[in-house]
T-cell receptor, first 115, second 114 residues
Framework: AQSVAQPEDQVNVAEGNPLTVKCTYS??????LFWYVQYPNRGLQFLLK??????LVKGSYGFEAEFNKSQTSFHLKKPSALVSDSALYFC?????????????FGTGTKLQVIP | EAQVTQNPRYLITVTGKKLTVTCSQN?????MSWYRQDPGLGLRQIYY???????DKGDVPEGYKVSRKEKRNFPLILESPSPNQTSLYFC?????????????FGPGTRLTVT
């Protein structure tokens, strides 16, 4: 069975500071990994994904994520946080080894950027 | 405009009264899926469909049914809703293939069962 853990329910960061939202995963094979963002009263929007290749993935709105196979992690990062980045962030995984049809999401991390 | 639409957006109903939440996408996507979002539990997959007439259970399928008669539509059916199905529901779609495509989400349907 596949699983995703987002260990922090909430992350607070000052505007202009770097931010990190953590995600670890468990799959039986190799993963496809995704980050989505949800603004209040909206559906989820895709931010970035890791498929293969370079471990550092760049996405929308200046976000990036680093895939670490040995630590089974896929942390979301941004060098300088904006107040408009405040939202709920979800990490998701698909196991490419035959089980890719199922998608498992983490419980979400609320990011609060303080002016 | 490429989009996933859901109807209704808000629904209050009573226990046992059958209901259907519709989902439609205009991107010719093969893969469609339903999720429920609950506080502290994140998104959990209810059912997914790889293509027309191909559906399978996700992690929390009990109490739900789906059908995929047309590529663009993927309705979620609650035959006998119960209060524990009160939740925020999202439909999503993506290109098929080997699973590395991102999903596009609808705006959500907030369901309350009393």
């Amino acid at each position: 069975a596949q699983s995703v853990a987002q260990p922090e329910d909430q992350v607070n960061v000052a505007e202009g500071n770097p931010l990190t939202v953590k995600c670890t995963y468990s799959v039986s094979g190799n993963p496809y990994l995704f980050w989505y963002v949800q603004y209040p009263n909206r559906g989820l929007q895709f931010l970035l994904k890791y498929i293969t290749g370079d471990n550092l993935v760049k996405g929308s709105y200046g976000f990036e994520a680093e895939f670490n196979k040995s630590q089974t992690s896929f942390h979301l990062k941004k060098p300088s946080a904006l107040v408009s980045d405040s939202a709920l962030y979800f990490c998701a995984v698909r196991d490419r080894s035959g089980g890719y049809q199922k998608v498992t999401f983490g419980t979400g991390t609320k990011l609060q950027v303080i002016p | 405009e490429a989009q996933v639409t859901q109807n209704p957006r808000y629904l209050i109903t009573v226990t046992g009264k059958k209901l259907t939440v519709t989902c439609s996408q205009n991107m010719n996507h093969e893969y469609m899926s339903w999720y429920r979002q609950d506080p502290g539990l994140g998104l959990r997959q209810i059912y997914y469909s790889m293509n027309v007439e191909v559906t399978d259970k996700g992690d929390v399928p009990e109490g739900y049914k789906v059908s995929r008669k047309e590529k663009r539509n993927f309705p979620l059916i609650l035959e006998s809703p119960s209060p524990n199905q009160t939740s925020l529901y999202f439909c999503a779609s993506s290109t098929g293939g080997q699973g590395h495509y991102e999903q596009y989400f609808g705006p959500g349907t907030r369901l309350t069962v009393t």
